[in-house]
């Protein structure tokens, strides 16, 4: 089930959607250069099941953006392309298609920063959202309004003059107006206070078990996006180093220590303490 079809799950779907199906997304191999120079990525491999949340962690650098962007065909706007590999979509190729077609397939992306259209009223970006489809339908609004019912009372406010939390929910109800099969979101807690961050991570997850939608992450925040994933992978310096489950991942003493600051027993380690991990690691 997804965006596409609007009746909610039961709680037998809602157990399928957390076991998760068969892969709507295959990344193989991907490597990722830029101005021909640059490489980003390096033989990235990543699968997300059909109606899971899938996080991708790891610190500032590691290739997690370029993974969002090599999905939903951005590359080409920063200079960058695939040079190797392949990414696979509901078992169709999509390497090499443009942004636009993908979306028309079901790829949705909100990117870091919550770009919104600041000019433009909270109505009209929802509106925006649903360009690949030609018209905002009622059913879409009211849908988004269901579940960002902060949004109604903001309709006519111009985005820029929203606060970072409602801008948030505006560029993930902007996206849902694609009527998405997978979802992708960018560092959606940056710079939300922890009462925030709580309540974007619950609409996410809210979407992935009344829904099904298909949902990846990109997340520093590796403790709140644990929580709510069903798998998760963690990436350095272009790499896929570790992946699991989620509870695999919170329970894994290099993950505890190195990005939930947790030490033996469960007691937090402070910055000093940590900030020379990589020499530590055993799978560098």
Not at 163 to 189: C, F, K, T, W
Request: proline share 4%; hydrophobic share 40%; net charge positive.
């Amino acid at each position: 089930m997804t965006l596409r079809d609007r009746s909610p799950a039961t709680p037998e779907g809602a157990h399928q959607a957390s076991s998760g199906g068969d892969p709507v997304l295959r990344l193989h191999n991907i490597e990722v250069i830029y101005d021909r120079v640059v490489l980003a990525l390096r033989g990235v491999s990543i699968e997300v099941a059909e109606g899971t949340i899938a996080a991708l962690l790891g610190p500032n650098g590691a290739g997690k953006s370029t993974t969002l962007k090599a999905v939903s065909g951005l590359l080409p706007t920063e200079r960058g392309e695939i040079s190797d590999g392949h990414i696979r979509f509901c078992d169709r190729d999509v390497t090499h298609l443009d942004a636009a077609a993908r979306v028309r397939l079901g790829i949705s992306l909100c990117m870091e920063g919550r770009h919104v259209f600041k000019h433009l009223t909270v109505a009209d970006n929802l509106a925006a959202g649903a360009y690949t489809r030609g018209t905002a339908s009622r059913e879409d609004l009211d849908l988004v309004y269901e579940y960002f019912p902060r949004l109604v009372g903001l309709r006519r406010r111009a985005a820029g003059y929203l606060s970072g939390g409602e801008q948030q929910q505006l560029v993930i109800g902007r996206a849902m107006m694609a009527r998405p099969s997978l979802l992708m979101l960018d560092e959606p807690s940056l710079g939300l206070a922890p009462t925030l961050v709580e309540d974007i991570f619950g609409y996410i997850a809210r979407l992935n078990r009344e829904l099904g939608t298909t949902v990846l992450v990109i997340e520093q925040n590796a403790r709140q996006a644990l929580e709510v994933a069903h798998r998760g992978y963690v990436m350095e310096q272009g790499r896929i180093v570790l992946e699991g489950s989620a509870a695999q991942l919170r329970n894994n003493p290099d993950v505890k220590e190195f990005y939930l600051g947790l030490g033996e027993h469960g007691r937090r380690k402070s910055y000093r303490d940590v900030k020379h991990y990589k020499r530590r690691k055993h799978w560098l």
